[in-house]
């Protein structure tokens, strides 16, 4: 398997559970994004980790919570979203240098309810 | 802060008509240039980019762009287009003193009759 892989590719919940978005990538790169992309806005980066480590969080709300184990895995935590959470989670990795592509995932949609 | 627009929301073009879609930044410097392609349900993927040296760039699917200094543009283009192009294309900007923040353009979206 190749490239930037997202599960779940959808997801519905409702505001107090708790899920998990997460990401995988096989392509060897030190850095790792959460973006979050809602229907005529922006693309907004949300975290970005370069060798596991945080290093840009743009104020994001508490009820987003990531966490990277290793260079290869990322996960987004969920708890108590609101409806305006519902959007496209993607994930992207590169090289982690602005001059690096970004590879993305296909990402996953999120419903709140 | 670095910014970037694309002052068209949505772009309509018959198959083999030639296509130019706009982008235009805000940064002090020359920043590193992307423009990225969305298909419906899919991710990003990389068209092309611009770092230094030649101005026009040669990308992926027979697109090109090239970077005006003078403008702050970054503009699109293809000569012919195939009913697969259309998509969402996105311009986004990098620089060294960012790091790993990427900015994002709003997006054109590119519907193409047949």
């Known amino acids: 398997e190749t490239g930037v892989t997202q599960t779940p590719r959808h997801l519905v919940m409702g505001m107090t559970n708790k899920k998990s978005l997460k990401c995988e990538q096989h392509?060897?790169?030190?850095?790792m994004y959460w973006y979050k992309q809602s229907a005529k806005k922006p693309l907004e980066l949300m975290f970005v980790?370069?060798?596991?480590?945080?290093?840009e969080n743009n104020s994001v709300p508490s009820r987003f919570s990531p966490e990277c184990p290793n260079s290869s895995h990322l996960f987004l935590h969920l708890h108590t979203l609101q409806p305006e959470d519902s959007a496209l989670y993607l994930c992207?990795?590169?090289?982690?240098?602005?001059?690096?592509?970004?590879?993305f995932g296909e990402g996953s949609r999120l419903t709140v309810l | 802060a670095q910014s970037v627009t694309q002052p068209d929301i949505h772009i309509t073009v018959s198959e083999g008509a030639s296509l130019e879609l706009r982008c235009n930044y805000s940064?002090?410097?020359?920043?590193?240039l992307f423009w990225y392609v969305q298909s419906p349900g899919q991710g990003l993927q990389l068209l092309l980019k611009?770092?230094?040296?030649?101005?026009l760039v040669q990308g992926i699917k027979g697109f090109e762009a090239e970077f005006k200094r003078s403008q702050s543009s970054f503009n699109l283009r293809k000569p012919s287009v195939h009913w697969s192009d259309a998509a969402e294309y996105f311009c986004?900007?990098?620089?060294?003193?960012?790091?790993?923040?990427?900015?994002f353009g709003p997006g054109t979206r590119l519907s193409v009759l047949p």
């Open positions: 940064y002090g410097a020359t920043p590193y």
């Open positions: 611009y770092f230094s040296g030649d101005t």
């Open positions: 980790y370069s060798l596991e480590e945080r290093v």
């Open positions: 986004a900007v990098g620089a060294p003193d960012y790091g790993q923040n990427f900015v």
């Open positions: 992207a990795s590169s090289r982690g240098d602005s001059t690096g592509e970004l590879f």
């Open positions: 392509l060897g790169h030190n850095a």
